[in-house]
């Protein structure tokens, strides 16, 4: 039978990993709204046929997208299609969402 101390132990550190996988679920949800916002700034440009995505957009969405790892940074920004990015954000948001579903099994 454990000890009381043992107990606080094992209670302690179950509370720091549902504290980290709390931060990190909260970290996926706060990117899924950020490329839903990237998502939806882009698709007001598609709508009305703009072909030129508004450098700060751009911006943000390269940071976003390098930050992630995905390979259409490596590419020119200038020669990257509204549609591509959103493909691109697709994925990230995809991956993320793919991870959340893994949690909850």
Same mark, same amino acid.
């Given at each position: ?25 909260? =970290? ?7 490329? #839903?916002? $990237? ?5 007001? %440009?598609?709508? !009305?046929? +703009? ?26 920004? =200038? ?7 959103? #493909?691109? $954000? ?5 991956? %993320?969402?793919? !991870?959340? +579903?893994?949690?909850?099994?």
């Amino acid at each position: 039978m454990p000890t009381i101390e043992e107990t606080c132990v094992a209670i302690s550190r179950l509370e720091h990993q549902w504290e980290v996988e709390k931060t990190q679920r909260y =970290a996926r949800r706060n990117k899924i709204r950020y490329i #839903d916002r $990237l998502l939806n700034e882009l698709e007001q %440009l598609n709508i !009305a046929d +703009e072909a030129e995505i508004p450098t700060e957009l751009r911006t943000l969405c390269l940071e976003f997208v390098d930050g992630e790892g995905h390979a259409l940074a490596r590419r020119s920004v =200038a020669e990257v299609a509204i549609a591509e990015w959103m #493909d691109a $954000l697709y994925d990230i948001q995809d991956s %993320l969402m793919f !991870a959340m +579903e893994d949690e909850e099994d």
